[in-house]
């Protein structure tokens, strides 16, 4: 029977949202509106639920991939990777 370390259980803590986090705005030197903060943290809500990544880092790869794609199906950019 395998025994899990204190350092494993504590990653099963949920982290905090991003919008609760004081230094959110500035992650990555960038800096965000409380509105757009919102919209992470019901973001990383739902992919909490959905056993997703929820990094800021993961949120904005999946948005760039997805406005890529729309430009790609409107025909504004090539498909060119």
Do not use: W
């Not at 025994?3 to 992650?27: F, G, N, R, T, V």
């Not at 990094?55 to 890529?68: G, K, M, P, R």
């Not at 430009?71 to 090539?78: D, F, N, R, T």
């Amino acid at each position: 029977m395998l025994a899990e370390s204190p350092a494993k259980l504590h990653l099963l803590i949920p982290a905090a949202m991003a919008y609760d986090h004081p230094d959110a705005p500035k992650q990555f030197g960038i800096r965000l509106s409380e509105e757009t903060m919102e919209l992470v943290s019901a973001i990383q809500k739902f992919r909490q639920r959905t056993n997703q990544p929820t990094t800021l880092a993961s949120i904005v790869e999946d948005a760039i991939q997805c406005h890529y794609n729309r430009l790609v199906k409107e025909g504004a950019i090539s498909d060119e990777q």
